[in-house]
C-alpha cells in the first residue's frame, strides 16, 4: 500500500463538504501546522478538533493550504 497527498488551497476550501470530518493538516498564513478532523466547514471558517480534543476555528482567509494523506492499493 501506498500514500498520496491531497492538497487544498484556500479558493478550494471553503464550503468544501468533502474534507468534512477528515483527518488533515492545516497551515496557516503565518506557516504554522495544525492537525486533526474537521467537524464543521462553511464558507467562512473551518472547524478543527485535535487528538487532545480541542477545538480550533480557523477563518479560511488565515489558511494557506491544507494537506490530506490518502492510502491507495498501489
Known amino acids: 500500500m501506498g500514500k498520496r497527498q491531497i492538497i487544498y488551497t484556500t479558493r478550494q476550501i ?9 483527518e488533515i493538516n492545516l ?18 471558517k473551518l ?7 480541542g477545538k480550533h476555528t480557523f477563518q479560511i482567509a488565515e489558511i494557506d493550504k491544507i494537506y490530506r494523506e490518502v492510502v491507495t492499493d498501489y
Open 47 to 53: 472547524e478543527l478538533k485535535d487528538a487532545r480534543a
Open 14 to 22: 471553503g464550503g468544501c463538504r468533502e474534507l468534512l470530518d477528515k
Open 27 to 44: 497551515v496557516t498564513r503565518e506557516q504554522r501546522v495544525w492537525h486533526g478532523r474537521i467537524t464543521a466547514i462553511d464558507q467562512d
